[in-house]
C-alpha cells in the first residue's frame, strides 16, 4: 500500500516525513512513473476527478491529499486506506472536476464515510486487502459522474491514471496540475506473488520509470468504453511488489467492477432522502 510513513531518501539520512503514503490516500500512482511521478499534465478535463485534502499531525505533514472519483452526484469513491489509517486527519471537503488541487470545480463537506468491512490494511510485505471506501457528500454536484465499467478487461487494455501524488520519488511535492500516465493492465504474474488477484489489478506504467506514488492513493485507473468515454476500472490502492520504489515496480489497484455489488448497496441504503420543498 503507499502508507503515510515518510519517503526515504537515499542519503546516509533518512529523512521521515509520515505515514502518508498508505492513508494519505496518498498514491495517485503517481510515482511508480510519474506524479504521478513522471506524469504529465492531464490533457483533457476529467469532472469525475476528485481530491480528498488531509494532514498526518504527529508527522508534520499538514498539506497532503489522497484521490477519489466521482461516481454519482452525490458519492466518491476511494481507498479505503485514505479514510481508516491511525494518524491521519481528513479536512471533511472533497473538490470535484477541477484539474487544480486547490482551486476550482466544486467542494462539497464529507457527510459520512463507508469503509469495505473486508478491509485490511497491508504492510510493506503484503498489499492491502478489500481497500475500497465511499464517501457521502453534503450535498449533490453538477459534475458528471464516472461509470463503473462491467469488467476490467483483459491483461494489455490500456488504461490511465490520475492523481494529485508526489511528482518527485523520496519527496512531498504535489502538483497544482492534475496528473495522468498512460498504463496497462498487466497479467497477474506481473506483480509480486500474492498481490494481483480477482480483486486486485496488477498496472504496469507504459512509461519509462513511471507510476502513480505517494499522495495518489484513492484515485482512479480508467479505460476507454465501448463509445470511448471513459469508464473507473481501478482504485489506486499501493505497489503491486514489496520494497520497491514507486518508479521502479508496478502498481496495484482495487479492482472497481469486483466491488460494484457492495457500492450499488451501500448506496441504495444510504443514500439520503431529497429534501422536502419548503414555502
Not at 510513513?5 to 495517485?28: E, F, H, M, N
Not at 506481473?190 to 484513492?218: F, K, Q
Amino acid at each position: 500500500m503507499f502508507s503515510l510513513k515518510p519517503p526515504r531518501r537515499r542519503t546516509a539520512r533518512t529523512a521521515a516525513i509520515g505515514a502518508l503514503a498508505a492513508a494519505a490516500c496518498a498514491t495517485v500512482l503517481t510515482g511508480s512513473a510519474g506524479a504521478i511521478v513522471n506524469g504529465s499534465d492531464a490533457t483533457e478535463s476529467y469532472p469525475f476527478m476528485a481530491v480528498v485534502p488531509m494532514s498526518v499531525p504527529e508527522s508534520g505533514l499538514v498539506d497532503a491529499n489522497c484521490g477519489a472519483s466521482l461516481i454519482d452526484r452525490q458519492w466518491v469513491l476511494t481507498a479505503a486506506h485514505c479514510v481508516r489509517v491511525e494518524g491521519v486527519k481528513l479536512n471533511g471537503t472533497v473538490r470535484i472536476g477541477s484539474d487544480h488541487r486547490k482551486t476550482g470545480g466544486t467542494v462539497r463537506k464529507i457527510d459520512r464515510t463507508f469503509v469495505h468491512p473486508g478491509y485490511v490494511n497491508g504492510d510493506d510485505k503484503a498489499a492491502n486487502k478489500n481497500d475500497i471506501a465511499l464517501i457521502r457528500l453534503d450535498r449533490p454536484v453538477a459534475e458528471r459522474p464516472i461509470k463503473i465499467a462491467k469488467r476490467p478487461g483483459p491483461p494489455g487494455t490500456p488504461t490511465r491514471l490520475l492523481g494529485f501524488g508526489t511528482t518527485v520519488e523520496g519527496e512531498w511535492a504535489f502538483p497544482d496540475r492534475l496528473q495522468e500516465l498512460d498504463a496497462r493492465r498487466g497479467a497477474m504474474s506481473e506483480c509480486a506473488p500474492g498481490y494481483a488477484d480477482r480483486t486486485r489489478l496488477c498496472t504496469i506504467s507504459t512509461v519509462p520509470r513511471a507510476m502513480a506514488c505517494h499522495g495518489d492513493s484513492g484515485g482512479p485507473q480508467i479505460r476507454r468504453g465501448r463509445h470511448g468515454r471513459w469508464e473507473l476500472i481501478g482504485v489506486t490502492s499501493g505497489p503491486g511488489a514489496p520494497n520497491v520504489p514507486c518508479t521502479r515496480g508496478p502498481g496495484l489497484y482495487t479492482n472497481a467492477p469486483a466491488y460494484a455489488g457492495w457500492i450499488a448497496e451501500t448506496l441504495r441504503t444510504n443514500s439520503a432522502p431529497p429534501t422536502a420543498p419548503t414555502g
